[in-house]
T-cell receptor
Framework: GNSVTQMEGPVTLSEEAFLTINCTYT??????LFWYVQYPGEGLQLLLK?????DKGSNKGFEATYRKETTSFHLEKGSVQVSDSAVYFC????????????FGAGTRLFVKA | GAVVSQHPSRVICKSGTSVKIECRSL??????MFWYRQFPKQSLMLMAT?????????EQGVEKDKFLINHASLTLSTLTVTSAHPEDSSFYIC??????????????FGEGSRLTVL
């Protein structure tokens, strides 16, 4: 079946450090891939997405590249800020039709000043 | 972006009672909405797909009679937790797709509803 595995947290970084949150997936065909972010006390919101192999999604300094060969969609940011502290969810939407979205377990990021 | 609103944001009830949570799409029509349950260590579990005008599609392991879903209009889906027990205490989140965003599959999420069953 379809599933998403992402690195366990929490991840604690100092401001301006480099961030990588690993995400791998299991799915047939060509799913669409997403990163969602949940700031403290808020609902989830879309951070970035990629809909086909080798696409790079980017937003707010975050990037992730859809790697079909390694079934991965790792999230990266070159220089994190305190305001990036949140929970990050990797997710996929199968290409079998419909819009059901499967989420990873989430990775909590703490950024210290 | 599109706005999805949930109500109530927090609810406390006694064991054995039923609780209804509403999910509304405020500026778009949503033929499909999704209900998730978020567990203490963050993971999001898809409970069911709510289809306007028809029965909800439940994920394996989710009790249909426990978690009643009704999607009576294009802007409203409700989740009723029937005969709630302490183990039903959780954070429930709804989401919807805005057809205006095309086929990208982006979901818009409500703020979530925290249910505490005493």
């Amino acid at each position: 079946g379809n599933s998403v595995t992402q690195m366990e947290g929490p991840v604690t970084l100092s401001e301006e450090a480099f961030l990588t949150i690993n995400c791998t997936y299991t799915a047939t065909g060509y799913p669409s891939l997403f990163w969602y972010v949940q700031y403290p006390g808020e609902g989830l919101q879309l951070l970035l997405k990629a809909t086909k192999a080798d696409d790079k999604g980017s937003n707010k300094g975050f990037e992730a590249t859809y790697r079909k060969e390694t079934t991965s969609f790792h999230l990266e940011k070159g220089s994190v800020q305190v305001s990036d502290s949140a929970v990050y969810f990797c997710a996929l939407r199968p290409d079998t039709g419909g819009f059901k979205t499967i989420f990873g377990a989430g990775t909590r990021l703490f950024v210290k000043a | 972006g599109a706005v999805v609103s949930q109500h109530p944001s927090r609810v406390i009830c006694k064991s054995g009672t039923s609780v209804k949570i509403e999910c509304r799409s405020l500026d778009f029509q949503a033929t499909t909405m999704f209900w998730y349950r978020q567990f203490p260590k963050q993971s999001l579990m898809l409970m069911a797909t709510s289809n306007e005008g028809s029965k909800a599609t439940y994920e394996q392991g989710v009790e249909k009679d426990k978690f009643l879903i009704n999607h009576a209009s294009l802007t409203l889906s409700t989740l009723t937790v029937t005969s709630a027990h302490p183990e039903d205490s959780s954070f429930y989140i709804c989401s919807a797709r805005d057809p205006g965003t095309g086929g990208t599959g982006e979901l818009f999420f409500g703020e979530g509803s925290r249910l505490t069953v005493l």
